[in-house]
């Protein structure tokens, strides 16, 4: 990990060397005045060295870890500890928010899998609600990863579909179809990504690195189920319904100008339990579970209902079912 | 060597006028200054303060992207008949494509910069090694180096050829002429690379059609071509230096071919979409007709294609196309009008509707005018500087100091009276 510790620089060395490169003191003097000045022009708001307080301080030294920190992938396990101490820390001097951010990796033997009962859900959207809730989504811009359609009975376009009614559910000869990220087999999101911002977990979640995204939007062009969300603006949660459960690749806070999306809350069902949405709802629309578990309900699921996915002609491979009873 | 010295006059060719320059440089910098502060506001409040949002994620910045990289393409154009084809018509005009190639890479680049709020300061994580450039699958990682390796050769080339012309040489066919090749290519790659960044989406069918790149092309060598005309009219009225009326005329022909077939792929498509009109036609049916009361870029695209159809067949016919005044308005209406037709008239449609069938338009706000009028003028800034520098020299007005003192063994003939390159055989015309 790159330091900038610049407050905390040695003494100038007495033996006249610097930078491996042998000076005079004279000439030792003007490279640190002229490096210290030219550095503190580029660097001057985001630097430690302006800052008023020293909580102030702290945070942007710590900022400045977080600009030069490695992608996720490429960490050591030592390098994410410090990482995740380092963002904690972050939500303590920011916020005051004691939060814990887990990088529980994918568990052997998992894949994860969902179907969607589309005679069974009614529309009330707690799903949605669970889902803001549990993952932290910006409040200010109203984010939603998951987006219910109110559609009429006897018709199965999209385009015809209301997702964004606002009366007593459900209304009559209609029914209702959730979608979300569907964690394609074949993601279509991850290869446009010029800095290999994106990528897929081994149990099937795609996920973000968010501190390494650059903001580009090409995931979100890129991808035909419309399941990813961009922080337009910095993202608001009121400090007292900040879920402190969270992880490095799931619902930590997020900043402005960079990509999010559902990740099956991976900081749930990488610890065995479901995810919000599944066990927000009150008709038992949502299965859930292991793909690669025989006795797992979504396998039994698969087995004897009959099932869709969406844009199949688009060979994504979805991890995501709608059936009906 | 005498870089010093080439490096000051060509700072003294670009600081020096008469007052019009000023004014015009003025102008600019004033346009580029608002533009920064459009930008400052973006960065500084977040991108919500511009028109896009999740549903339509790529507006103003990337249609403008889209439309420049085509220009800079189309600098083949000139590059291909003057230094592969020895075409003596096209000589003079060459260092002069190459500069607006330059500048609108300079405006693609800045208007990538301005759509990604990381990327002003994490543009090391597109680096390979300190960064991870995600090459060869991300169609975006492609384009960078395309463009950035375009950008490199269209400014190395020229410098190498003013530099030599600077010093009192003949630019050594050997060092460059490789490069000259190697740019032919880069250049109809830098285009399709940009094409495929859209028609590799299969989320998106507006986009998704094998027609795309090949239309790209089109369009480029129709709106690149149509701008040098203006310029080239431009310094040919203003300055000494002597532009063929061959190479205009020349010009004139190649825009006029490629606006036909410009404009028989946008029947080709307008067909596709509407003879048996699918779900994927939805787009179209947005940007030519309106879809369910949301019409805002139907008159955008029917102007377009007015100006399209009108500037493509006026210039069919040769009289008109011969009378100086009347080509290069049809120029000017070709440019916008592609500008419309395959900026926001490609980029825009194809968020709308989602690929989840939700209809939510775009409407650039005044930060995003304001950057992408300051990016424009930056682009101008970049072209004025670079044509200033040029001319001079290529006008044996401006010499290295070496030159200034008498020399017995060579004598320097005015440039104007020879065609610029030693190894240039001429060819017949006709």
Redesign the interface.
């Known amino acids: 990990m790159t330091r900038d510790r610049t407050a905390e620089l040695p003494e100038s060395p007495d033996d006249g060397t610097l930078l491996q490169k042998p000076v005079d003191r004279r000439g030792a003097l003007g490279l640190l005045v002229g490096g210290l000045a030219a550095g503190a022009a580029a660097l001057s708001a985001c630097t430690p060295l302006n800052a008023a307080t020293p909580k102030e301080r702290e945070i942007r030294l710590l900022e400045w870890e977080e600009?030069t920190q490695k992608?996720y992938r490429?960490m050591t396990e030592k390098e994410r500890a410090e990482t995740i101490e380092r963002l904690e820390r972050l939500a303590k001097l920011r916020d005051n928010q004691d939060v814990t951010i887990a990088t529980t990796g994918a568990q052997p033997g998992v894949l994860f899998g969902y179907a969607f009962n589309i005679s069974k859900c009614q529309g009330f959207r707690n799903c949605v609600e669970a889902c803001i809730n549990e993952n932290n989504l910006d409040r200010r811009?109203g984010?939603q990863y998951i987006?219910i359609?109110e559609m009429e009975n006897g018709v199965v376009?999209?385009?015809?579909?209301n997702?964004t009614y606002q009366h007593e559910v459900p209304t009559p000869g209609h029914f209702y179809l959730g979608?979300q990220c569907f964690q394609c087999a074949d993601p279509?999101c991850v290869?446009?990504?010029?800095?290999?911002a994106t990528w897929q977990e081994p149990d099937g979640i795609v996920v973000i690195d968010y501190d390494?995204?650059?903001?580009?939007?090409?995931c979100?062009?890129?991808?035909?189920?419309?399941a990813?969300?961009?922080?337009?603006?910095?993202p608001e949660v009121p400090r007292e319904e900040v879920n402190p459960d969270q992880h490095y690749l799931g619902n930590r806070a997020r900043h402005?100008?960079?990509m999010e999306k559902c990740t099956f809350c991976i900081h749930r069902t990488r610890k065995g339990r479901l995810p919000a949405c599944a066990e927000a709802c009150p008709t038992g629309a949502r299965v859930f579970g292991n793909l690669l578990d025989p006795n797992s309900e979504i396998r039994w699921v698969l087995a004897n209902k009959h099932i869709f996915r969406l844009k199949e002609e688009?060979a994504t491979e979805p991890r995501f079912w709608y059936f009906s009873d | 060597m005498y870089l010093r010295a080439f490096l000051l006059s060509a700072l003294r060719s670009a600081t020096s006028g008469d007052r019009r320059y000023h004014l015009w440089m003025g102008s600019l910098t004033a346009v580029m200054l608002l533009g920064a502060y459009g930008y400052y506001v973006q960065v500084t409040?977040?991108?919500?303060v511009?028109g896009?949002?999740?549903?339509v994620?790529?507006g103003l910045y990337i249609s403008n992207m889209a439309f420049l990289v085509g220009v800079a393409a189309a600098a083949v154009i000139l590059v291909l008949p003057a230094y592969v084809l020895h075409d003596v018509d096209f000589s003079r005009a060459v260092l002069i494509a190459e500069g607006v190639a330059v500048s609108a890479l300079v405006m693609c680049l800045a208007f990538?910069t301005a759509?990604?709020?990381?990327?002003p300061?994490?543009w090391w994580?597109?680096t390979p090694v300190i960064?991870?450039?995600?090459w060869p699958?991300?169609?975006?990682?492609w384009d960078?180096i395309m463009l950035n390796g375009y950008l490199v050769l269209n400014l190395a080339i020229p410098f190498y050829v003013l530099y030599s012309h600077f010093v009192g040489h003949e630019p050594a066919k050997k060092k460059y002429v490789p490069f000259i090749y190697v740019s032919v290519v880069w250049a109809v790659s830098i285009h399709l690379v940009t094409a495929f960044?859209f028609a590799?989406?299969?989320?998106?069918p507006f986009w998704n059609s094998a027609l795309l790149g090949p239309r790209f092309l089109a369009s480029a060598f129709t709106a690149g071509p149509a701008f040098m005309i203006l310029l080239l009219g431009f310094i040919k009225t203003t300055s000494r230096y002597e532009i063929p009326d061959a190479a205009i005329s020349k010009l004139a022909t190649v825009t006029t071919v490629a606006a036909q077939v410009n404009l028989v792929m946008l029947l080709s498509d307008v067909i596709f979409e509407f003879y048996s009109p699918t779900?994927h036609s939805?787009s179209a049916r947005y940007l030519f007709f309106g879809l369910a009361g949301h019409h805002a870029l139907v008159p955008w695209i029917r102007t377009g294609i007015a100006m399209n159809l009108l500037a493509t067949f006026t210039l069919m016919i040769h009289p008109l196309r011969r009378n100086t005044r009347v080509l290069m308005l049809a120029c000017g209406a070709l440019f916008v009008g592609i500008w419309i037709e395959k900026g926001i008239g490609l980029v825009i449609p194809?968020?709308i509707?989602?690929?989840?069938?939700?209809i939510v338009e775009y409407t650039p706000t005044w930060v995003e005018l304001l950057v992408t009028a300051g990016i424009w003028a930056l682009g101008l800034f970049v072209l004025t500087v670079l044509v200033r520098v040029a001319l001079p020299i290529e006008l044996g007005e401006v010499r290295s100091p070496n030159l200034e003192a008498p020399l017995s063994s060579r004598v320097i003939r005015p440039r104007t009276f020879r065609p610029r390159y030693e190894e240039v055989r001429p060819v017949r015309t006709r």
């Open positions: 600009f992608h490429r811009a984010t987006r359609f376009d999209l385009d015809e579909a997702p979608a279509p290869p446009v990504c010029p800095v290999g390494w995204c650059v903001g580009c939007r090409a979100m062009a890129a991808c035909p189920y419309w990813r969300r961009f922080n337009w603006d910095a402005k100008g960079c688009l | 409040q977040g991108f919500g511009t896009m949002n999740d549903h994620s790529w990538v759509n990604s709020p990381g990327l300061f994490k994580r597109l960064g991870l450039l995600n699958s991300s169609m975006l990682a960078v960044l590799g989406l299969p989320a998106r779900h939805t194809g968020f509707p989602s690929p989840l069938g939700e």
